[in-house]
């Protein structure tokens, strides 16, 4: 039997995305939106010169041999509170009593801290008794633009803009950006054993999860869903759902079941004419569809099982949302890890294994399979306790206590 590699069925995948034009919104609006051009700095920081710390502003050549033997007195001749925009001159022998972030006097090169000093905060307005001299000339002073000038880059094509990007966007005066579009999705299960979940079963029947499985992951890859529904084994749901995805604007329609060598596989037969059929070298989620439809609308085919389907997702699917995205990476981080059990592969197939890693000595983790069942497609509740996926290349065919594997956290 003949195989597509992994890597083969992705980049049909990825060659078939075709990105929209960005849109430019309000920074409160960019949270978990994906930078579409460079984002410059409109001010610098620091924008001027501050004090780092609650003190005097000085003339370090005044304090210089400052010690608790021989200190020196001077003369206290302006309050600068933060968000002042005084700039009182300061003869020698004078100083200004300043505050945390408030703009250095031009005529000052050094910030005396209120702990060198005889009397501190409670006697600051008259005299200044300092008895620590300054390390050094600019000492505890924020020098303007030291972390970024005006028209630098603060953060480039590609970033997923969260509170840390937001909060640096922001702090360099910058209060519009322009991102990448979320990418619209439709979720549609297959099958006619398919209950909501909570209702009674009869024989034969199952609740159905993985719509909720598969719109909670498109949404955590930034994307919006615009569209969930359950079509069963018979008619033409497939198509109908096409259609009401094109309606909807949908970049992308993720299909769960109906894509395998069974006689139900309604997702064959309703799309067979705009999607591929599939063999890939993995497991779980062997069988895979996947096809474009005129307009650009990426048509996913995945298997019915859960694992199988989150797997799938994660492989194929993720990367493309994020490819529409624009993001710079669209790849997990990868590490290896010690394996902390033996466990069997799938002949000739990459094995994506649903995986704990056990901390339990925190200088030596290792990964194990998240339940006793191995990687069986079928097993959904241990999906939920996996916090990564052991990647077994194919050519392996036991892994053994000890043996370094690849791990993908989630």
């Known amino acids: 039997m ?171 005066g910058i209060g519009r950006v322009e991102v990448a579009p979320r990418p619209k999705v439709a979720v549609v299960s297959t099958g006619s054993e398919l209950v909501s979940p909570g209702q009674p079963l009869r024989r034969g029947q199952i609740p159905e999860s993985n719509s909720s499985l598969l719109a909670g992951l498109a949404a955590e890859a930034g994307a919006e869903v615009v569209l969930c529904r359950v079509v069963d084994d018979e008619g033409d749901g497939p198509a109908e759902a096409v259609a009401e995805a094109q309606r909807l604007g949908a970049d992308a329609i993720i299909f769960s079941g109906g894509v395998s060598a069974g006689a139900y596989e309604v997702v064959k037969q309703s799309l067979g004419d705009a999607m591929e059929f599939a063999k890939v070298a993995m497991q779980p989620g062997k069988p895979q569809g996947f096809g474009a439809t005129d307009d650009g609308m990426l048509l996913f085919g995945l298997p019915g099982n859960p694992v199988s389907a989150a797997v799938s997702f994660e492989v ?42 056990d901390r339990s000595d925190p200088a030596h983790p290792v990964v194990r399979p998240a339940t006793r069942g191995g990687s069986g497609s079928h097993l959904s509740v241990g999906l939920g306790l996996a916090e990564a996926y052991a990647i077994v290349p194919a050519e392996t065919e036991q892994v053994f206590v000890g043996d370094l594997i690849e791990v993908m956290e989630l």
């Open 2 to 172: 003949s195989y597509r590699t992994v890597e083969e069925q992705l980049d049909r995948v990825l060659a078939a995305v075709r990105r929209h034009p960005p849109a430019i919104v309000p920074l409160d609006e960019a949270r978990g939106r994906v930078l579409a051009s460079d984002a410059l700095a409109v001010s610098a920081v620091p924008v001027f010169d501050n004090s780092a710390m609650d003190g005097f502003a000085v003339r370090f050549d005044d304090v210089a041999n400052a010690s608790p033997d021989h200190p020196v007195t001077l003369r206290v001749i302006a309050d600068i509170p933060a968000g002042s925009a005084l700039d009182p001159a300061i003869a020698p022998g004078e100083a200004a009593r300043i505050m945390t972030g408030s703009p250095v006097p031009a005529d000052a090169d050094a910030i005396v801290p209120f702990e060198d000093t005889a009397g501190g905060l409670a006697d600051s307005l008259a005299t200044a008794i300092v008895q620590h001299a300054p390390k050094a000339l600019g000492a505890h002073i924020r020098r303007a633009a030291e972390d970024t000038a005006v028209g630098d880059v603060v953060l480039g094509t590609g970033t997923l803009l969260g509170p840390r990007q937001i909060g640096a966007l922001a702090s360099a």
């Open 316 to 357: 194929f699917v993720r990367p493309a949302l994020l490819r529409l995205q624009g993001r710079d990476s669209i790849h997990r981080p990868r590490m290896l890890l010690p394996a902390g059990t033996d466990w069997h592969t799938p002949p000739g197939r990459r094995q994506y294994l649903p995986a704990v890693i």
